[in-house]
């Protein structure tokens, strides 16, 4: 990003396009002067003024109103001007171009949001939230980001980061003064309980994450079997359009197919793939390898088996190439032809759900399944959003209290104790932007909108 703190920044923060209004805002400390030039003088602060808004001839690019939001009572913190105007392309850019004019610079992408983050109006989680809840694909997607943005998921990982610094006070107090009043701290099972304590609010707060960030990235599923299983039909009646060629013909599919869709909110990228099996012809076995290379970005694979064949010696060796990589669930399709119940089963000793993909039945079950899968239940909504960098930082915050509480269990050793609570501080206060680098704000910020 190209920010300097002494810049005023401005871009426009409604939609692109023609509109009944377009908004345009202007922050940085540039704003009172800029202010003064544009429509004669400086509104009171958080009262609406109907005005023009006048280019350096004094002539009237458009009339709108304006807002003015005083430092420091401001989404960035800074002196920010709102300029509520006609939502004409042309009189959008002309007055953008009167601002470049008067001294302000066009904003980089989530530059408004970075301001507001480094002037502690919001922590880095809660920023985030600003582009999951523009993204939400889902009432319950927007309810999550909103919770975040809040300050919900700020607050868990603040009360347990706090919980941490006083295990970390009582801990290197036990170790500074091993022989106060002749009281062994480190073994006397207070720090043991508070760790352990610890430990299941942060599995507590992991699961929820883990909720939230399903919710906002979904799965990405793989959809492999044998050729004419019925892998292009489930495709098809999942997105319930005619998305792959479905013939009796085996080989009909011989590259990816990616489709975007989305169950009760949950949003899924399904992957179908050619049919697995030994072949002469040049494409299919091109097509073959591309299907198994999917594998390495599966979160899940459905297996599609027959159900009157079911498990045989080319889908066992499937799952044991699959081994722990990901995820399996299997789905016997053709129940129409066999006859057996739909919905959910279990073969080989893995969780499978019966269907048929020409008569639609089972598909219920199949949408349960996978919601269940992603931690979703039918009428929950996760207590805000995550995203997986979020999931990493609770990830490593969990090794380092798992690591210290064998050090304080199988060693006793309390300095090694104290250092792994360090870390897993560390690691949390990734989340909410205490400690975090240039680089990761920068790679955050650029993925937002220009105006955000």
């Known amino acids: 990003m190209s920010a300097a703190p002494g810049d005023t920044i401005a871009a426009l923060a409604s939609g692109a396009g023609r509109a009944g209004v377009g908004v345009i805002r202007v922050s940085g400390p540039a704003v009172p002067e800029i202010a003064a030039a544009l429509i004669g003088e400086l509104p009171a602060p958080r009262r609406v003024r109907v005005c023009g808004f006048h280019d350096r001839e004094g002539i009237a690019i458009d009339h709108g109103v304006a807002l003015y939001f005083a430092a420091p009572a401001s989404f960035t913190g800074e002196h920010v001007l709102e300029l509520q105007g006609h939502g004409s392309p042309v009189l959008v850019d002309m007055l953008l171009a009167r601002l470049l004019e008067l001294g302000a610079r066009l904003a980089d992408p989530g530059e408004y949001s970075r301001r507001a983050f480094l002037n502690d109006k919001l922590s880095l989680n809660e920023a985030e939230a600003i582009a999951d809840a523009i993204d939400a694909g889902s009432g319950a997607a927007a309810r999550a980001a909103m919770r975040s943005l809040e300050g919900a998921f700020s607050a868990e990982v603040n009360a347990l980061v ?15 003064f091993p022989d106060e009043d002749d009281v062994d701290f480190l073994g006397d099972g207070e720090i043991a309980h508070r760790l352990d304590a610890l430990r299941e609010r942060l599995r507590l707060l992991t699961r929820q994450a883990s909720e939230g960030a399903s919710l906002r990235e979904g799965l990405r599923l793989v959809i492999l079997g044998a050729p004419n299983v019925g892998k292009s039909s489930l495709l098809n009646r999942l997105a319930r359009r005619d ?14 197919l990616h489709e975007q869709l989305s169950i009760d909110g949950l949003p899924l990228t399904l992957v179908d793939t050619a ?24 979160d899940r694979v459905l297996l599609v088996v027959d159900d009157a064949q079911g498990i045989g010696p080319e889908e066992q060796a499937l799952l044991e190439d699959i081994g722990t990589r990901c995820a399996v669930t299997i789905v016997a399709n053709k129940i129409d032809l066999t006859g057996a119940p739909a919905g959910p089963a279990e073969l080989a000793g893995r969780d499978a759900v019966r269907v048929s993909a020409t008569a639609g039945t089972g598909f219920d079950a199949l949408a ?31 090794a380092a209290l798992e690591t210290g509480h064998e050090r304080l269990v199988v060693d006793a050793a309390g300095e090694l104790l104290a250092e792994e609570l360090r870390l897993a501080q560390a690691a949390l206060g990734e989340i909410t932007g205490t400690f975090t680098s240039d680089d990761l704000l920068g790679a955050i910020f650029s993925s937002f909108c220009i105006g955000k």
């Open 275 to 298: 049919g697995l099996r030994e072949t002469q012809d040049p494409i299919e076995a091109e097509g073959v390898r591309r299907a198994k290379a999917e594998l390495e970005r599966a």
């Open 162 to 176: 706090e919980a941490l610094i006083e295990l970390r006070v009582y801990t290197e107090g036990a170790i500074d």
């Open 368 to 398: 349960r399944h996978l919601k269940e899968a992603a931690g979703l239940s039918d009428d929950a909504t996760p207590a805000f959003m995550a995203r997986r960098r979020h999931l990493d930082a609770l990830a490593r915050a969990s």
């Open 243 to 256: 998305t792959a060629i479905v013939t009796d013909i085996a080989g009909t599919t011989r590259d990816v």
